[in-house]
C-alpha cells in the first residue's frame, strides 16, 4: 500500500537505480530552456517541466517526478523552495533515506 | 523520546554515581515499558516523536484499542511533515491527505466551533508543506493522526530536520544511544559509560569501534562487563540480569551477539562471560 505511494528522496548520482520510478529530488535551477531546465543536484539533473510548473533560476526546487532511461526526469510537481536551502542538510536526509530506508521507501 | 534509562538496578552498580547524575529513577520506569511490553506504566509513549509517515503506516498495533508501537515502542504523540496532497472539508472537521515522500497518511483537523472568527488561522493550501503535532489513532481500520497544532513550513530546513529527527530516534530506539562522546545523547543514557574505565572504553575495543549492528541490550552488557573490576572469572549471566534488571533469556541473547563478535569470551563455564581484551 505504501510501497506505491512513496517517493525516494535522491540525488543526480541515485538516478541510474531509479529508472521508470517516481522520485523526489531537489536541487538549484541553474538554466531554464522552455520545457527544459536544468538542476543542480549534486550534479546536473534534466528536467522535462510541465505546464504548471513555474521555475526561477537560482532557486532550489523540490520535483516529484519520473525518471526516464535517459536518466533525465519528467516532472509531475515541482515546488519553489526559494533561496535559503541548505544543501548539505538535504544531502545529509538522502543519504539518511538510503541508508535506513526501512522508515524511508519500500524497494 | 528518551526513555532508554538503564535498567532498574541501576544505582546498585558499580557505576551508580554515573547514574544518579543522569536522574536514572525515572528512566528506569519508562524502560521497562518500551524494551519488555510488561503491563507496567509508561510515561514515555507520551513524548512526542518524530516520525516518517511510512513509519505511522507501519505501526504495529498489538491488539485492538491498545497503543501503536513503533521500533517496539509505543507512541501516541508524533511530530511529522509533509506537502499536503488534498484538502476535504466538512463542517466539524478538515481532513488533509498528507504525503511526505515516504508515503500518505490523512490528517485531520477538528473545528472549533466557539473559535473567534477573528482568530481563525486561514487553511494550508494543497502543495504546500506543513508541519503536524498530533495523535495516531484507529477508526474501522483506517489509521488517521488527529492533529493538535498544524503549522505552514516557512524555511524548507525544518522539513530536512524532522527526517533527520525522525532517523535519529530510530536508531536511537533499534541500536541504542549513540556512542561517539560528539553525538550528545538525548537521554543521557551515556553517562553510564563515562566511568573510571575512562569515557573511550566503549568506542574502542582493541581499537576498534563497537559494531554498529550491536543491539541496544548487547551494548549494555558489554558495558556493565566493562565497567566491572577485571578478573579471571568475569561475570555469570544471572549477576549480569541482576544487575541490568534484564530477563536472563535476554542476557543470553547479548551474550551470543558478544561472543559472536569477539568482544567477551567464556571463563569457567559458558555462563560466565569476561571482556576480551587484547
Do not use: C
Amino acid at each position: 500500500m505504501a510501497d506505491t505511494l512513496s517517493t525516494p528522496r535522491i540525488t543526480s548520482s541515485y538516478l541510474d537505480s531509479f529508472t521508470s520510478r517516481t522520485i523526489r529530488l531537489i536541487g538549484k535551477v541553474t538554466q531554464l530552456r522552455g520545457e527544459q531546465a536544468t538542476i543542480d543536484s549534486d550534479g546536473n539533473v534534466t528536467a522535462h517541466l510541465n505546464r504548471d510548473a513555474h521555475l526561477t533560476v537560482g532557486n532550489a526546487v523540490e520535483i516529484v517526478g519520473k525518471v526516464n532511461q535517459d536518466l533525465s526526469v519528467k516532472v509531475l510537481k515541482a515546488t519553489d523552495l526559494g533561496r535559503d536551502v541548505d544543501f548539505a542538510a538535504i544531502s545529509a536526509v538522502v543519504d539518511a533515506t538510503h541508508r535506513y530506508k526501512e522508515i524511508f521507501y519500500a524497494e | 523520546m528518551a526513555n532508554y534509562g538503564y535498567g532498574g538496578g541501576y544505582s546498585t552498580t558499580s557505576y551508580g554515581e554515573q547514574g544518579g547524575a543522569n536522574g536514572g529513577g525515572f528512566m528506569g520506569g519508562s524502560q521497562q515499558g518500551s524494551q519488555e511490553g510488561g503491563g507496567s506504566k509508561t510515561y514515555g509513549k507520551d513524548t512526542v516523536r518524530p516520525v516518517t509517515i511510512k513509519q505511522i503506516l507501519e505501526a504495529h498495533q498489538p491488539h485492538p484499542d491498545s497503543d501503536f508501537k513503533i521500533d517496539g515502542s509505543e507512541v501516541t504523540q508524533l511530530s511529522f511533515v509533509g506537502q499536503i496532497h488534498s484538502i476535504a472539508s466538512q463542517t466539524t472537521n478538515h481532513t488533509f491527505q498528507i504525503d511526505d515522500g515516504t508515503g500518505l497518511v490523512d490528517v485531520k483537523q477538528w473545528i472549533d466551533s466557539d473559535q473567534d472568527p477573528e482568530h481563525v488561522r486561514p487553511l494550508p493550501k494543497e502543495g504546500e508543506y506543513i508541519h503536524v503535532w498530533g495523535r495516531l489513532k484507529a477508526f474501522n481500520n483506517k489509521r488517521h493522526v488527529g492533529a493538535h497544532v498544524i503549522r505552514p513550513i516557512t524555511d524548507f530546513n525544518e522539513v530536512s530536520m524532522v527526517l533527520l529527527e525522525a532517523t535519529a530516534v530510530h536508531l536511537y530506539f533499534v541500536r541504542g544511544p549513540p556512542e561517539t562522546p560528539g553525538m550528545k545523547s538525548e537521554g543521557g543514557g551515556q553517562g553510564m559509560f563515562v566511568d573510571s574505565n575512562g569515557g573511550g572504553a566503549i568506542q574502542n575495543v582493541g581499537g576498534k569501534p563497537m559494531p554498529a549492528t550491536l543491539s541496544a541490550t548487547g551494548r549494555k552488557v558489554f558495558g556493565l562487563l566493562q565497567s566491572h573490576p577485571q578478573n579471571n572469572e568475569g561475570l555469570h549471566v544471572s549477576m549480569i540480569a541482576a544487575q541490568l534488571g534484564l530477563q536472563a533469556n535476554d542476557v543470553f541473547k547479548a551474550g551470543d551477539e558478544l561472543l559472536g563478535e569477539g568482544m567477551i569470551y567464556t571463563t569457567v563455564d559458558d555462563e560466565t562471560w569476561a571482556v576480551l581484551e587484547y
